[in-house]
């Protein structure tokens, strides 16, 4: 729960998109992120509202700044190498059990942030520290350097669509009434590795090792 106190503007004009930032977290935890206008946090952070648009042209750029803010605190606390150690599904599986630990807990603010996401996703503008897809990136890389993964494309373009099946996973969870989302992202991710057309007689996934299903070139004899 964060303070009630609201912290005073700082001097240093680079540190103003923080400052908001931070504000409008404890109004959006005291007051609920639906009850909460640009113009109130404007005042609660002591900025006019021409300085407030600059840094932030909507509310939902806010709550983004606030979210990811959040993941990265809470990334900075795994040990992300040796996710990408584990194996592609094995390292997957506690990193998005764990986010869905956290959705289930903010429920009440995702579906705003995931319509923006949706409205505003640019891979190019995605720092490399920042955010959700460096992160599905850097572990499709490592699967693919040990073969578990095709590399046929890049693992820039796997991590896009990988984020947008991840993000649709969430708006299906926020819209369909009983849904499990841990489920949800286990079939994600199942569908990302097998793809979703019908296997040949005799080929089935081995879903049971660090590497998850081979892929189906790696199967073939000499003579296909």
Known sequence: MASNRTPGRPSNR???PAHVARVAAMLFDSRGYAAVTMEEIAASARVSKRTLYKYFACKEALLERMLEDE????????????DAR????????PLLHASARWCEQHAD???PYIRYKFATFDPAASGPDRGLLPLW???IRAAQQRGELAATQRPEQ?????HYLYLGALMRWLTVPR???AGEFDTMVALFVEGAGRRRPGISAKSGDSGGIR???SRRGPSE
């Open 215 to 217: 892929t189906a070139r």
């Open 109 to 111: 603010v995702l579906l």
């Open 179 to 181: 849904i499990r989302l």
């Open 14 to 16: 680079m540190l103003l």
């Open 137 to 139: 990136t850097r572990l």
């Open 86 to 93: 584990a194996g592609f599904r094995a390292g997957l599986s």
């Open 158 to 162: 796997l991590g896009t669509y990988f």
């Open 71 to 82: 993941l990265a605190r809470d990334l900075s606390a795994r040990d992300l190498d040796r």
